[in-house]
């Protein structure tokens, strides 16, 4: 079945970095969406793409959607402590299809 | 309340119990979602409801029985469940298929 590879699956990093992590897939999407989770909560939906190659910001978050619509990046410019979490991404195969793939998930610890 | 509420947050049950939990979307979506969310894991769906009318059961045991009132309200009835069913049980909705989906903050439920 669809699966996403999303890496990396943890990283730690010093406040004031900047970060990156991305989604690959063998399969085409449509729709790629971007979440981030704190312990104890359900995952907040932080930016959503639909179109190969857009880019989107949310503040200093930005996210990219692949030109071969089989990958999406997500950067986030001068980490702070707050953006501890776990981020997810989920992709839509088809559009009009309730189905998205989620990947397992980059856990970020921020040391301060 | 905004957004999509979930209740209980926290849930301990005997393999013997039926419990029930609550979803409801003050978004006014007309899908809603459960989900089972394990560790190291990704998202894995259950179940799906178009305008209160269930569209996917994805292969769920049957100790797992969903309930769909209307399109502001999920259960999700829970009855013999087993220890590996401890996970925590989140709840999305979205306006349609092709839009996001939108999570409430889960239900941590533990099976002894």
């Known amino acids: 079945g669809q699966q996403l590879n999303q890496s990396p699956q943890s990283m730690f990093i010093q406040e004031g970095e900047d970060v990156s992590m991305n989604c690959t897939s063998s399969?085409?999407?449509?729709?790629w969406l971007w979440y981030k989770q704190d312990p104890g909560e359900g995952p907040v939906l932080l930016i959503a793409?639909?179109?190969?190659?857009e880019l989107t910001s949310n503040g200093r978050l930005t996210a990219q959607f692949g030109i071969t619509r089989k990958d999406s990046f997500l950067n986030i410019s001068a980490s702070i402590p707050s953006d501890v979490g776990i981020y997810f991404c989920?992709?839509?195969?088809?559009?009009?299809?309730?189905?998205?793939?989620f990947g397992t998930g980059t856990r970020l610890k921020v040391l301060a | 309340e905004t957004g999509v509420t979930q209740t209980p947050r926290h849930l301990v049950m005997g393999m013997t119990n039926k419990k029930s939990l609550k979803c409801e979307q003050h978004?006014?979506?007309?899908?809603m979602y459960w989900y089972k969310q394990s560790a190291k894991k990704p998202l894995e769906l259950m179940f799906v409801?178009?305008?209160?009318?269930?569209?996917e059961n994805n292969s769920v045991p049957s100790r797992f029985s969903p309930e769909c009132p209307n399109s502001s309200h999920l259960f999700l009835h829970l009855h013999t469940l087993q220890p590996e069913d401890s996970a925590l049980y989140l709840c999305?909705?979205?306006?349609?298929?092709?839009?996001?989906?939108?999570f409430g903050p889960g239900t941590r439920l533990t099976v002894l």
């Open positions: 409801y178009s305008l209160e009318e269930r569209v």
């Open positions: 793409l639909y179109k190969a190659g």
């Open positions: 989920a992709g839509q195969l088809n559009s009009g299809t309730y189905k998205y793939i």
């Open positions: 999305a909705s979205s306006q349609d298929f092709r839009g996001e989906q939108f």
């Open positions: 399969s085409i999407f449509n729709t």
């Open positions: 978004l006014g979506h007309n899908a």
